[in-house]
Every structure is written in structure tokens, then in C-alpha cells.
């Protein structure tokens, strides 16, 4: 409906001034909403229309939520997100996709628990992992939940919900372990499906062998970089950091192997690899643990000769444990420096699959370092530290 030119009026003691506005104004009819559905698997959300927000939960395939603006390429979604324009398509509908929950159940498929959420539209989701809880937020969503079925279950003690607000319902899942290990969101239809890992499973003959540790676990190692386009970091004689990476993750791969471990490699050689297929073979391969070897470039306006040492980068809190114990294993066993433990939000850190890790084991520019970076003795040493590393990580959060 078209209303025409707008009048501003303003009354104060008793005297009304009226302004004739610029521009007209419409009620759209709520046929004319748009709604957005997700047709990128997973769509990216974030807090502002740049990449340079933050990135939010990554909203399954096949989510709708109603668009509230726009800037540029960039839709806000009813729920507080940012979407591309190109990660959705744009339907017309009457209503605002708004969703009734009644009830949720578990089933366990190998290796994982799934919670099935039966809603009658996909709506947005956020989760959180906290120190022993994992929960999922339903935007648009009004709880008549009756029934919740959860069995006894390897990961899940208990669950609870509330209705946080009158659209909004949380779900937390209070965890038997601390140590959380993968998790997946899908949609079935209109049917969320949230799927929890298991602990990896031991599968020793003699059970905690000491001489095969990592029996049957899956360890996923991705060496940086890569290929006559990304050498990565270079050392001040022209080594590059996509040759050491390499070298030290096969002797990693040696020294898990011998512990048992079924170990997968993103690349065995010096070829091209961007980071989507890296990332996809973690999500296609659900290792027990990924962790992505680097070797460090100095920070802008660094100091080449003081900026040194072994940093540990985590994304997921799922993940914090293992780059905090591995950053920590590696400084005390070999006695390096520490650069430090980072909270950041890298392609390699963000598979939500696994507890994903990326190491960044010294400077290739310091020239001190670089001398302990391509020494072949140093490389074995770092190697066998890395693997019992992770060995007494898996023994300490059982
Ligand atoms: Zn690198």
C-alpha cells in the first residue's frame, strides 16, 4: 500500500509545526517479506556486514530466517546475523518463519550420539561450549515441549532447556567429561540434527598398552602450506617453512604410528593445497584430533632476534585443552621458548568436527631458532616430543 509523501508533525505547548518529508513511505504487505534460506553448506554468520566481524555458529543448509536489511552484499537476518547474499536465496512468504518445539530425542550412530529437535521450519541456531556444558540456542523458537527422550549416553549426563525469551529456547547438555570431542549440525528436512562425537576408543589387544598408547586412534596431520605458490614462511637462507613442515610431520607421523595411532596427512608432498580441502578432509575423515604443523613469520614491526618461540592456536573450546598441553609439553620437554596459547579464528582452527589445533613451532626468521628448526637431530627430538605429547594429552583427559 502506497501512502504517499510523509508529514512530520511536532507539538509542543500547544503549537503543532508540520515538515513535509522527502521520500514516500509503503506498509509492505507482509506477502512482500523476504525470507532468507540458506543454500551454503554451512552458511557463514557474523556480527556486521564485512568479513572483518566476527564469525557466529555457521547456520546449517536450509535454514530461514526473515531479512531485516541490507548493506551492500551483505543481509541481516531477523536473529542478529550477517549473511552474504550469495550463501542464501531469497523466498517470499506471508509469515516470519517462526518455529513450535514439542519435543527432542537421541539415537546413537557410530561414534556419535545425535539430538533430533523436530521443528516446523529450519530456524537459526547458536551454540556454546562451556567448561563442562554444551548448549544450542533456537532463534524463532517457542517451547510446548513435553517429552524429552535421552537415553544413558557415552557423552550427554543430562539435558535441560528454558525459554530464554519469548523466542528463544536453550537447550544445555550437561557432559560426563570435560573434554569435549566433535560436534555437527544438520538439517533433516525441518528436523535439527545435532550430533555429539564419542571418546575415541582404545582398540589395543592388551587394553592401556604402554607400548601402543594410541591404538586405533585416528590423528589427522596437516602439513602448512605447500606447492611453488605457498612456500609460507622464509628462513633469512631461503628455507621454506613449507619444506620443515613437511619434514617434522612425517617424523611426527613416524613417532605416532609407532604408538599405534592410524595417522592421515593432509598432503605427503611439496604440492599446491589451499585450506577448503584441507578443512573438508577433516570434516570427511572425523579424526579423533587434527593438529596443522607451522613454522612462525614474524609478526609487522616485530624484532627478528627477540620474537621467537612455540605458539599454540586454538579456536573451538574443545580444542583449548590440547593446544594448551601441547604448547606447554613442547617448552618444558625441549626446553623453547614460549610464544604462547592464542584464542584465533584460522581455517585450520575452526573445524568444529574435531578438537583442531594449529602448532606454530618456532621462527623462521630468528636467526637463533632457525638454526634448532632445521637441524635434523632438533627435528626428531621435536617429533618424539610432539607424539608423546599427544599421547599423555589422550591419557590426562580420559
Ligand atoms: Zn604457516
Known amino acids: ?160 532447556w528454558q525459554q530464554i525469551s519469548p523466542l528463544q529456547v536453550q537447550y544445555t547438555f550437561n557432559l560426563k567429561s570435560a573434554q569435549q570431542w566433535g560436534y555437527k549440525l544438520r538439517y533433516e528436512g525441518t528436523t535439527l540434527v545435532l550430533s555429539l562425537k564419542h571418546p575415541p576408543v582404545n582398540t589395543s589387544a592388551v587394553p592401556n598398552s604402554q607400548a601402543k598408547p594410541l591404538s586405533g586412534i585416528k590423528i589427522l596431520i596437516d602439513p602448512g602450506h605447500g606447492g611453488p605458490q605457498d612456500g609460507g614462511a622464509v628462513s633469512p637462507v631461503g628455507i621454506r617453512e613449507k619444506t620443515v613442515a613437511l619434514t617434522v610431520s612425517k617424523l611426527v607421523r613416524e613417532e605416532l604410528v609407532n604408538r599405534g595411532a592410524n595417522v592421515l596427512m593432509t598432503r605427503v608432498e611439496d604440492v599446491d593445497l589451499d585450506l577448503p580441502p584441507r578443512v573438508e578432509m577433516i570434516q570427511k575423515e572425523e579424526p579423533a584430533i587434527a593438529i596443522s604443523i607451522h613454522y612462525n613469520a614474524l609478526p609487522d614491526n616485530g624484532d627478528a632476534i627477540k620474537t621467537k618461540g612455540v605458539g599454540a592456536f586454538w579456536f573451538h573450546p574443545q580444542a583449548h585443552s590440547l593446544a594448551t598441553f601441547l604448547h606447554n609439553y613442547l617448552v618444558a620437554k625441549l626446553n623453547r621458548p614460549s610464544y604462547g596459547v592464542f584464542w584465533n579464528n584460522l581455517a585450520m582452527t575452526r573445524p568444529a568436527v574435531a578438537p583442531s589445533v594449529l602448532m606454530e613451532l618456532g621462527f623462521m626468521i630468528n636467526p637463533e631458532e632457525f638454526e634448532w628448526i632445521v637441524n635434523p637431530t632438533e627435528q626428531k627430538k621435536l617429533a618424539e616430543a610432539i607424539a608423546q605429547g599427544v599421547t599423555e594429552w589422550f591419557a590426562s583427559v580420559k
Open 1 to 160: 500500500m502506497d501512502l504517499g509523501v510523509p508529514v512530520f508533525e511536532l507539538t509542543m505547548n500547544n503549537q503543532t509545526i508540520s515538515q513535509q518529508g522527502t521520500g514516500k513511505i509503503s506498509i509492505l504487505s507482509p506477502a512482500d517479506l523476504e525470507i532468507a534460506e540458506v543454500t551454503a553448506e554451512p552458511g557463514v554468520a557474523r556480527t556486521g556486514a564485512s568479513t572483518d566481524f566476527s564469525r557466529m555458529t555457521p547456520l546449517p543448509k536450509g535454514t530461514r530466517a526473515t531479512v531485516i536489511g541490507r548493506e551492500g552484499e551483505w543481509l541481516r537476518l531477523d536473529y542478529g546475523a550477517w549473511i552474504k547474499a550469495s550463501e542464501v536465496q531469497i523466498v517470499k512468504d506471508a509469515v516470519p518463519p517462526r518455529s513450535i518445539i514439542r519435543s527432542a530425542s537421541s539415537r546413537q550412530v557410530s561414534g556419535w550420539t545425535e539430538v533430533l529437535f523436530p521443528l516446523e521450519i529450519p530456524v537459526p541456531v547458536t551454540v556454546q561450549e562451556g567448561e563442562r556444558t554444551f548448549t544450542l540456542t533456537l532463534y524463532n523458537t517457542t517451547a510446548q515441549t513435553d517429552i524429552i527422550r535421552i537415553q544413558d549416553d557415552p557423552v550427554i549426563s543430562r539435558l535441560e
